[in-house]
């Protein structure tokens, strides 16, 4: 079971580029790593997905070295808004019946005016 | 579009009391999970459906917990004889792919728990 380490929190000034950093070291070949935001009494939302190298969409980026042992969500100049936990995940694409679903205790931004 | 809906938004139990939380899935979506939020952690997996099969119940945490999905569509969590350890947000999502972990996952706001 690839389990993650995230930071437990970090603070940012609005318009910054803030970038969360998440280790894997037991990450298998057929893992993917995929981010998610979780605002208050709210369920998660997808953020980003990814495989290898680098990924962009329209709210982030993630970058994931060579070995993927870790990989790193970078949000490009973040407001109020942007301030929510972060969950890093990390698991196996094929095993339908393995339970390799674990989300951490996620990394609490807190976005400053 | 409809998103994953959940009832009740909240509940209060009695210890003892059985209680039952129903997700709405998307519509047209093969997979279902069901997951646990304690306060200040993040979710945990409990179990996964793929249409009407529960393929994975290994995360629910006792023989008191039960979840069904007869039709391949709305999903039931029941827990039976509730518990203090009980009270937390109980989540569902899904997904239109069969595969884990490479798809994006919807999902709801959750039922929030409390058991007195």
């Known amino acids: 079971l690839a389990k993650t380490t995230q930071p437990i929190s970090m603070d940012s000034y609005e318009g910054q580029e803030v970038n969360i950093t998440c280790s894997h070291n037991?990450?298998?070949?057929?893992?993917?790593i995929t981010w998610y935001q979780q605002f208050p009494s709210q369920g998660p939302r997808f953020i980003i997905q990814?495989?290898?190298t680098k990924v962009t969409n329209e709210v982030a980026s993630l970058f994931i070295p060579a070995d993927r042992k870790s990989s790193t969500l970078s949000l490009p100049r973040v407001s109020l808004s942007d301030t929510a936990v972060y969950y890093c995940?990390?698991?196996?694409?094929?095993?339908?019946?393995?339970?390799?679903?674990?989300f951490g205790t996620g990394t609490r931004l807190t976005v400053i005016p | 579009g409809a998103g994953v809906s959940q009832s009740p938004r909240y509940k209060v139990a009695k210890r003892g009391q059985d209680v039952a939380l129903r997700c709405d899935p998307i519509?047209?979506?093969?997979?279902l999970f069901w997951y646990q939020q304690a306060l200040g952690q993040g979710p945990e997996f409990l179990t996964y459906f793929q249409n009407e099969a529960q393929l994975d119940k290994s995360g629910l945490p006792s023989d008191r917990f039960f979840a069904e999905r007869p039709e391949g569509s709305v999903s039931t969590l029941k827990i039976q004889r509730t518990q203090q350890e009980d009270s937390a947000v109980y989540l569902c999502a899904s997904s239109t792919r069969l595969r884990l972990n490479s798809y994006e996952q919807y999902f709801g706001p959750g039922t929030r728990l409390t058991v007195t």
């Open positions: 037991n990450i298998a070949t057929n893992d993917y």
């Open positions: 519509s047209g979506h093969v997979s």
């Open positions: 990814g495989y290898k």
């Open positions: 995940l990390v698991g196996d694409s094929d095993q339908t019946g393995a339970n390799n679903l674990f």
